[in-house]
Antibody
């Protein structure tokens, strides 16, 4: 079955860097876009970044542009989220999710991972 | 950015009774292909979100038929025909028409 498994979260100090990974299985990875969506403690969902199925285009929320970079390795069925200059307000559970649009472009997530928690604190 | 507004934000429900959640977008979500790029998700306690409805009215695979989506343009509704105890959680609408993708604030559904 379709699975997405996030890893790489933890506790990190403000200003430091961290990379999250999203390892997938059960579908043709290279045919789907992937999103990162985060959820701060007790809050709602916030879309963070997305990448096209072939890696040709990346899109970001304004709140993370310039600090976060999404990338993918289609040979390893894995998406990454490089996070630099981390801030306290980046504290959240980070979910990766498959896009429902296939090669047609970014539309909206269908299948979600279980999330990886990140705490940014001194 | 497209702003998504849900109502109500809290919804106490009685099992067996119907329930509905409204979602309004600040811009029309109707694409030239005829689809409204509006999605509904349910996040059950302690779980990740799960897709219920895509492009406004289509139930995702495995979603019970007591869930239905309706609406077009800027006004959408998620209806639960007869609420069951397992339907508790937070429901989110989300627009997929343009980036950044944006979510509503969430509607918390709980049993009375």
């Amino acid at each position: 079955q379709v699975q997405l498994v996030e890893s790489g979260g933890g506790v990190v100090q403000p200003g430091r860097s961290l990379t999250l990974s999203c390892t997938t299985s059960g579908f043709t990875f290279s045919s789907y876009g992937i999103h990162w969506v985060r959820q701060a403690p007790g809050k709602g969902l916030e879309w963070v970044a997305g990448i096209w199925h072939d890696g040709s285009k990346e899109i970001y929320a304004e709140s993370v542009k310039g600090r976060l970079t999404i990338s993918r390795d289609n040979a390893k069925n894995t998406v990454f989220l490089q996070m630099n200059s981390l801030r306290v307000d980046d504290t959240a559970v980070y979910f990766c999710a498959r896009d429902s649009g296939g090669v047609g472009g970014i539309m909206g997530p269908d299948i979600w991972g279980q999330g990886t928690p990140l705490t940014v604190s001194s | 950015d497209i702003v998504m507004t849900q109502s109500p934000l809290s919804l106490p429900v009685t099992p067996g009774e119907p329930a509905s959640i409204a979602c309004r977008s600040s811009q029309s979500l109707l694409h030239g292909d005829g689809y409204n790029y509006l999605y509904w998700y349910l996040q059950k306690p302690g779980q990740s979100p799960q897709l219920l409805i895509y492009v406004g009215t289509h139930r995702a695979p495995g979603v019970p038929d007591r869930f239905s989506g309706s609406g077009s343009g800027t006004d959408f509704t998620l209806k639960i025909n007869r609420v069951e105890a397992e339907d508790v959680g937070v429901y989110y609408c989300m627009q997929g028409l343009q980036t950044p993708l944006t979510f509503g604030q969430g509607t918390k559904v709980e049993i009375k």
